[in-house]
């Protein structure tokens, strides 16, 4: 019988580590030092890239839901924290547009999204995101391709309702990556280097 289910799953050292941090995720920095923590231990841990997103209402700021990347976990190439944070979010309060909630929701992520989550980011109706850095250092520190990005990507998000920010921690959040850059024989999951091709 060919496959039809497909899914991922959050490990729970995610949610414990949001419960850890909760103290100090009313602000903007505890929340990207969050952020950078997820993504660190994911690396750590094995489940995927040093990613990770957060589902925040942007009234009263609290987190809904945190995400990672699960690529190397679920075996399934669209798991990226942005992904999976948006998707985890829309299980939990059962509704596909994070923005037509009473206080409506913001993505925070460690970076700016990839080609793929760009559009997936406008797919959530989320109404704010808010990244720690936008420049060419994930790809140059990482290794990873963010595919063919607008120059105007912030602009165009902006225009369709979602409210973007840009500079959290960025320095600590390109720490990360250069952290992650120096590992030896990590799986950098770019597309055609899975059979080593
Ligand atoms: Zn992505």
Not at 37 to 52: D, H, K, Q
Not at 138 to 158: K, N, V
Request: hydrophobic share 45%; charged share 20%; with cysteine.
């Amino acid at each position: 019988m060919a496959t039809r289910a497909f899914g991922a799953e959050l490990p729970a050292w995610v949610d414990e580590e949001v419960e850890a941090a909760r103290a100090d995720l009313g602000t903007d920095e505890g929340r990207m030092r969050l952020l950078n923590r997820l993504a660190e231990r994911n690396v750590a841990e094995g489940s995927g890239g040093p990613f990770a997103a957060l589902a925040v209402r942007s009234g009263t700021g609290e987190v809904v839901a945190a995400g990672v990347n699960l690529v190397l976990a679920s075996g399934l190439s669209s798991m990226h924290a942005e992904v999976v944070t948006i998707s985890v979010t829309q299980a939990r309060l059962g509704t596909w547009d994070l923005g037509a909630e009473a206080d409506p929701l913001e993505l925070w992520v460690n970076w700016r999204p990839c080609a793929m989550c760009y559009g997936a980011t406008l797919w959530s109706g989320v109404r704010a995101l808010v990244v720690a850095g936008d420049g060419p250092e994930l790809e140059a520190f990482t290794g990873f391709d963010e595919g063919p990005m607008r120059d105007d990507w912030a602009a165009q998000l902006e225009a369709r309702g979602v409210a973007v920010r840009i500079g959290v921690l960025r320095d600590e959040a390109v720490a990360v990556f250069q952290r992650y850059g120096a590992i030896p024989d990590k799986t950098v999951y770019n597309a055609r280097t899975g059979s080593g091709a």
